[in-house]
T-cell receptor
Framework: GAGVSQSPSNKVTEKGKDVELRCDPI?????LYWYRQSLGQGLEFLIY????????KSGLPSDRFSAERTGGSVSTLTIQRTQQEDSAVYLC??????????FGNGTRLTVT | GNSVTQMEGPVTLSEEAFLTINCTYT??????LFWYVQYPGEGLQLLLK?????DKGSNKGFEATYRKETTSFHLEKGSVQVSDSAVYFC???????????FGQGTELSVKP
């Protein structure tokens, strides 16, 4: 079946602009996670959704970062006023019924 | 808090050599333990898992045993292939299907 889909696969933006990253989880998966992968920082947890609510937002690095999920499915991660240190690969994962996380291929964000 | 520490890379081996990538963890309770693999240009994939002490996870010739007494989950393979070249991540979750906490990743390069 279809896996976790993320779009765009690559995004180049100018410093100060806002960006939106999209994640389509595996159908029926109620849990959705966002992670950030950057050189020297490994994989950092950002936020976790169960359904449409986010019980754990502890990894969001600043108030420029926000995320929402609608219909228990698609999620968008928004970064406002992007900075160069936001450059990274943003990964989305989903799971259901205590199964292991399934990851998408990520969005590579480059802030110039 | 919970954390995962894995040996630093890069690790360079010749084909058919024995592989060990060390992973130790710090956690309260009884976490589930995972190894994920990221092949060049691809997303993270679950390689194997173990959910309780003394469990052995195995897949594609790789094995790891959940050792509670040493808080370790070392990854081993008896004979590596060039196609095993990838970055390997050790991870834990406090609850099944829950948020993953990752180690820094270990890059493996296998030469013919």
């Amino acid at each position: 079946g279809a896996g976790v889909s993320q779009s765009p696969s690559n995004k180049v933006t100018e410093k100060g602009k806002d960006v939106e990253l999209r994640c389509d989880p595996i159908s029926g998966h109620t849990a959705l996670y966002w992670y950030r992968q950057s050189l020297g920082q490994g994989l950092e947890f950002l936020i976790y959704f169960q359904g449409n609510s986010a019980p754990d937002k502890s990894g969001l690095p600043s108030d420029r970062f926000s995320a929402e999920r609608t219909g228990g499915s698609v999620s968008t991660l928004t970064i406002q006023r992007t900075q160069q240190e936001d450059s990274a690969v943003y990964l989305c994962a989903s799971s259901e019924n205590n199964s292991p996380l399934h990851f998408g291929n990520g969005t590579r964000l480059t802030v110039t | 808090g919970n954390s995962v520490t894995q040996m630093e890379g890069p690790v360079t081996l010749s084909e058919e050599a024995f592989l060990t990538i060390n992973c130790t963890y710090t956690a309260t309770g009884y976490p589930s333990l995972f190894w994920y693999v990221q092949y060049p240009g691809e997303g993270l994939q679950l390689l194997l898992k173990a959910t309780k002490a003394d469990d052995k996870g195995s897949n594609k010739g790789f094995e790891a045993t959940y050792r509670k007494e040493t808080t370790s989950f070392h990854l081993e393979k008896g004979s590596v292939q060039v196609s095993d070249s990838a970055v390997y991540f050790c991870a834990l979750s406090e609850v099944p299907g829950g948020k993953l906490i990752f180690g820094q990743g270990t890059e493996l390069s296998v030469k013919p």
